[in-house]
């Protein structure tokens, strides 16, 4: 049965078929036209889809909170704890997020940019010897996966398991089966807070150069994080910063293959549009939504909506808008000015790991442009059969392409 603190988004959206949620951006588009503040009674929830909707709704903290009681966020909330970045407000959310800050500082980063590349060389000398590989298994899973465990201080020999925890913590919920996913994130909970703990316990003796080792010297209104705190913020960090990442990095070679074929040759001769291309991947491919609270009641968008009801910000629609981007149904890498995409959220909750997520991106599609001249669609390929249900609808569970060296 429902929990009533859960919000589904698959009720809430009219995207039965995978098809349909790979490719949102129609109904998208018909919402944005017709339909831009839409409530659905049966979810207590109002959607907002134009770029100026959303963009209000992540910003404005006083009407729209984040401290919830109801979330689509499909990672359980067992333990609300004192490093929880997610489920507060200014100014405690700017005390909770400095405990992370500083180590995903673009200066933080810059020391990581040798080990970084070190682990992208030895993954695309794997894919080397193939003709055909399959670009999601071979890259984008491993990298993010890697880096991160890396820079928390978790060893990378197993990052077959945090990557399966993560799969299942990131799961979305459905009507059919919401007991079983229930029970499935229960567990996956407990074995990764089982994992991690003699891990945080070791780097509390003995720090090291990694984030888990900071947060256990860490203070918070005095006082130093529990072993447990330390752990619930590893589990999200370690959840986050590969489940995202990996989407991005499997994206980037389909629009190079499906939605802008032959732009491939373009990064071969120019370089420096890697950036441009990793830019415009998150604002045409990414079908992302965050939530809020309604804090107070308000009728700014038009409708009344009441305190205590959900709104759920559909970014992928707001990336399409046609006001805010001039033929925003076209993937152009060649677009003028900065891309004001709210791929990674806006205001004080603006995604932590947003650089390390671009410098992935960017160090790992500039190492592969320069040891591939081309790569291509292999013949009968079908999006259909490499679908898997993701937090954002669906993504890619497979993309084999074709290499040439």
Known sequence: ?????????????????????WEPYPWFREMRENRPVEYDAGQDAWSVFSYDAVKKVLFDHELFTNKKTRSLIPIP???????????????EHRKRRALLAQAFTPRSLKDWEPRIQEIIDELI???????????????????????????????????HLIKAW?????????????????QQKGKAMQEFGAYLYP???????????????DLTKAELEGETLTDQEVVM?????????????????????YCMLIDQPGVYQELRADESLVPKLVEEVLRFRFGATIDRQVAQDTDIFGPPMKKGQVVVAWIGAANRDESQFDHAERFDIHRPGKLQHLTFGAGPHFCLGAPLARLEANMALGAFVKRFSDIKLPGGFN???????????????????????
């Open 77 to 91: 909330r067992t333990i609300d704890t004192r490093s929880n970045v997610n489920m507060v407000d200014p100014p």
């Open 166 to 182: 993560s799969d299942i913590l990131f799961l979305p919920y459905n009507m059919d089966a919401y007991e079983d996913i229930e």
């Open 233 to 253: 913020s590893a589990i999200g960090l370690l959840g986050a910063g590969n489940e995202t990442t990996t989407t991005l990095l499997s994206n980037l070679f």
């Open 199 to 213: 891990i945080v316990m070791e780097k509390r003796a003995n720090p090291g150069d990694d984030i888990i080792s």
């Open 383 to 405: 999006v259909s059969e490499h679908l898997t249900v993701s937090i954002t609808g669906q993504s890619l569970k497979s993309f084999p392409i074709e290499v040439k060296r």
């Open 1 to 21: 049965m429902k929990d009533s603190n859960q919000v589904i988004l698959q009720e809430i959206s009219n995207l039965r078929t995978k098809e349909e949620q």
């Open 125 to 159: 000398a794997e894919i080397e010897g193939d003709d055909i590989v399959d670009i999601v298994d071979k890259l984008a899973i491993p990298l993010p996966v890697t880096v991160i465990a890396d820079l928390l201080g978790v060893p990378s020999r197993d990052r």
